[in-house]
Nanobody
Framework: QVQLVEAGGGLVQPGGSLRLSCAAS????????IGWFRQAPGKEREGVSCISSSYGGTYYADSVKGRFTISRDNAKNMVYLQMNNLKPEDTAVYYC????????????????WGMGTQVTVSS
């Protein structure tokens, strides 16, 4: 059974940092592209950052470029999202998701989803 479990969310002040982690089980992580998506209240779920299974490709939404960094450790079955210089508009529930397909951050392509972790950026 595939499981993705997010951790690392919390309350942080504007300008602060958080590191989200996604622990994967029940799958061979290096066969999957992994994405971080987020959903704010009243808004649609959107792709934040995604990383390919093997060729090293990454995608970042324009709103997070230069502030967020995605990485993966296939040996540990872990994917991370380092978030720096956080802004109030980054407040959302953050989800990790997995797909065997090649397109990055196309929401409908992702088959497996975690339950999410709340990130709140507020002073």
């Amino acid at each position: 059974q595939v499981q993705l479990v997010e951790a690392g969310g919390g309350l942080v002040q504007p300008g602060g940092s958080l590191r989200l982690s996604c622990a994967a089980s029940g799958l061979t992580l290096d066969h999957y592209a992994i994405g971080w998506f987020r959903q704010a209240p009243g808004k649609e779920r959107e792709g934040v950052s995604c990383i390919s299974s093997s060729y090293g490709g990454t995608y970042y939404a324009d709103s997070v470029k230069g502030r967020f960094t995605i990485s993966r450790d296939n040996a540990k079955n872990m994917v991370y999202l380092q978030m720096n210089n956080l802004k109030p508009e980054d407040t959302a529930v953050y989800y990790c998701a997995a797909t065997v397909l090649l397109r990055l951050c196309v929401l409908k392509d992702y088959d497996y989803w975690g339950m999410g972790t709340q990130v709140t950026v507020s002073s």
